[in-house]
Nanobody
Framework: QAQLVESGGGLVQAGGSLRLSCVAS????????MAWFRQAGGQEREFVAA????????LYADSAKGRFTISRDNAKNTVYLQMNNLKPEDTAVYYC???????????????????WGQGTQVTVSS
């Protein structure tokens, strides 16, 4: 069973940037779709970005388009989320997620992801 460990969260002023990382243990990372979700206090978890196993296709929530970039390094079993021009409404716990099926599509649906990290807090001050 895969384990996912996120890092890179913190406190940043509006307009600033952060880069989140998620290191996956377990086999098959290089054939698994990966995604980032977030959950703000009292709200449901929401999709942020996803990336195909090869990195050749990415998906973004409307709120992330033009500001966030998801990428992966299969040699390092790591997926990244570069976040620029952060806004106070980006404040949330950010979770990394992995699909277990080899070559499954990258999707925005949390129910389709099998493994989850513990999350990393991102706080954006105004």
């Amino acid at each position: 069973q895969a384990q996912l460990v996120e890092s890179g969260g913190g406190l940043v002023q509006a307009g600033g940037s952060l880069r989140l990382s998620c290191v996956a243990s377990g086999r098959g990372f290089d054939s698994h779709a990966m995604a980032w979700f977030r959950q703000a206090g009292g709200q449901e978890r929401e999709f942020v970005a996803a990336i195909r196993w090869s990195g050749g296709r990415t998906l973004y929530a409307d709120s992330a388009k033009g500001r966030f970039t998801i990428s992966r390094d299969n040699a390092k079993n790591t997926v990244y989320l570069q976040m620029n021009n952060l806004k106070p409404e980006d404040t949330a716990v950010y979770y990394c997620a992995e699909r277990a099926g080899a070559y499954d599509s990258a999707t925005p649906y949390s129910i389709e992801y099998d493994y989850w990290g513990q999350g990393t807090q991102v706080t954006v001050s105004s």
